[in-house]
């Protein structure tokens, strides 16, 4: 199994900047991509970044030049930074593992709210 701890979410105002974090442990060894996913209420949970264990990422459109998903290997640990929040980024964010059998794990989210 694959366990997470997912943390950094919070209220910002519209503009501001917060830094997701994931820590990750158990199993790493079968992960090969990690990414961050989001649900917004009443919306289907879409995915927001990736990176694979090579560096590679990817980006959804609305978040690309504002938002940058980074890893620290020695640490176990995935980073989403967003910069320029907007309110339509509020949603609970999800830190989620790719294995390499296909095995898809979650975090238990955090909530980002964006607002004045």
């Known amino acids: 199994q694959v366990q997470f701890v997912e943390s950094g979410g919070g209220l910002v105002q519209p503009g501001g900047s917060l830094r997701l974090s994931c820590v990750v442990s158990?199993?790493?060894?079968?992960?090969?991509?990690m990414g961050w996913y989001r649900q917004a209420p009443g919306k289907q949970r879409e995915l927001v970044a990736s990176?694979?264990?090579?560096?590679?990422?990817n980006y959804v459109e609305s978040v690309k030049g504002r938002f940058t998903i980074s890893r620290d290997n020695a640490k176990n640990t995935v980073y989403l930074q967003m910069n320029s929040l907007k309110p339509e980024d509020t949603a609970v964010y999800y830190c989620?593992?790719?294995?390499?059998?296909?095995?898809?794990?979650w975090g238990q989210g955090t909530q980002v709210t964006v607002s004045s």
């Open positions: 158990g199993r790493i060894s079968r992960i090969y991509i």
């Open positions: 990176i694979t264990n090579g560096g590679s990422t």
């Open positions: 989620n593992a790719g294995a390499w059998d296909g095995q898809d794990y």
